[in-house]
């Protein structure tokens, strides 16, 4: 008879005890864990039935949930594994049988040096209201990131913060904040819904998880205007890429009045890629847009394609190239050439400066 519960516990105790990131449970596979940015199988485990996925996912939900996703075929979902971290999941089907994938969010929010980033980043933690978003594919580290400016409003400024996720992610403990956590379909029906209301809760700080329709940027980008300091990520590679997504996501004739509030609106785009580290462990690399009245007028008038030009010659301004960001850990032997090119926008670029 196997034990299930001490099966999954193991699983995810392994995934903590190895510094790995996601834990993979497919069946007909044996469960394989994410370290370094690499999936490595479990050998000493036997390939997974359609079984053991079901008795795990019956453990990871509840029985509304489980409803949901038997309904649904698919569900997003957080689960708290005792004291040591909490794994954002997705369970869903795939040829008829259950898939898991879990991500590790520690329990610790690390700051911005421990996480290796720019210093600059700190700056818009302290900004009174504005729109910043941390931007890349997915798995770079951005709801890290993120967590880390939110958790440095909480213990330095006496606000409010208000974050609307699907699911939560990191638990913040509050310290001279007042922080309130949201989650989509258990707190609040929708990302929408959560920010219609956020106009009659008090909010100085808001950070939405992931910006996922035209209205949830609409009201982000308004909430912004009216004195708030919004927070959100995107699935775009570059600042300029991001500028783009949210006016293309709006119909023609609402494109000029997006732009216009974006060019006042915007206070930084921050890009990152999580990069092999030479000897183990992984480093982030960055773009930095810090919206300059250069960068503005380039917002305005439609000419996002000259912003990476701008950011490249910005550095007095605290703006980062990501080529000379990776230049940076080249040089510094943090990462080795052939990463530096692989996760390069524009490797000839990167070529000359090497």
Known sequence: MVDYKKELEDLMLYVIREGGSDLHLSVGKTPHIRVSGSLVPL???TPLTHEDTMEFV???????KKQQFLRE???????????????RCNA?????????????????IRNVTELNLPPILETFSQKKQGFFLVVGPIGQGKSTTLAALINMINVTRSVHILTIEDPIEYIFKEDKAIIDQREVHTDTDSFPAALRSMFRQDVDVLMIGEMRSQETISSAVTAAETGHLVFSTLHTNTAAQTVDRIVDSFPSD???????????????????RLIPRVGGGMVPAGELMVNTSAVSNLI???????????IETGSEFGMIDMNRSLLDLVQSGEISYEDAILNSQNPRGLERLL
């Not at 019956?58 to 509304?64: I, Q, R």
């Not at 259950?98 to 520690?106: C, K």
């Not at 305005?300 to 701008?310: A, K, L, N, T």
Request: aromatic share 10%.
């Open 58 to 64: 019956s453990l990871l939900l509840d029985d509304e």
């Open 73 to 87: 075929q698919e569900i997003d979902f957080s689960y708290s594994f005792s004291d040591d971290a909490r794994f």
């Open 300 to 310: 305005r008038e439609g000419r996002s394609h000259e912003i990476p030009s701008v």
């Open 92 to 108: 869903f089907f795939q040829s008829g049988d259950v898939g898991i994938a879990m991500r590790l969010i520690p329990e610790h």
């Open 254 to 272: 609402q494109q000029n009045q997006i732009r216009m509030q974006l060019a006042s609106g915007l206070i930084g785009v921050f890009s990152q």
């Open 43 to 45: 050998m000493r485990k």
